[in-house]
């Protein structure tokens, strides 16, 4: 079984910076995109970065310019370094990514559990 295990997450005084992980592990033959996504008590979950395998990334327009979205494919990892953080960035950080398990099936939509993120003095 595939699983996506998240560390970083923790509490950050507005304006500091969190370096995120996550690690996908198990049965893979091929992972696609990649990426994180935050929910906030009371509002939608939300695309934050993503990043397919040759490094292209997508980011939300609210974190363009301080949040940097990365990959180690040798390593299945993906990595999210938040920079100027904001207290309306307090959130479930949470990875996501699309994976194959087996040679040539199709990939299926895989979920963390989710780190805490907390911004606040």
């Known amino acids: 079984q595939v699983q996506l295990r998240e560390s970083g997450g923790g509490l950050v005084q507005p304006g500091g910076s969190l370096s995120l992980s996550c690690a996908a592990s198990g049965s893979i033959s091929f992972i696609g995109i990649m990426g994180w996504y935050r929910q906030a008590p009371g509002k939608e979950r939300e695309l934050v970065a993503s990043i397919n395998r040759r490094g292209n990334t997508n980011y939300a327009d609210s974190v363009k310019g301080r949040f940097t979205i990365s990959r180690d494919n040798a390593q299945n990892t993906v990595f999210l370094q938040m920079n100027s953080l904001k207290p309306e960035e307090t959130a479930v950080y949470y990875c996501?990514?699309?994976?194959?398990?087996?040679?040539?099936?199709?990939?299926?939509?895989?979920w963390g559990q989710g780190t805490q993120v907390t911004v606040s003095s």
């Open positions: 996501n990514a699309y994976i194959s398990t087996y040679y040539l099936d199709p990939a299926s939509e895989y």
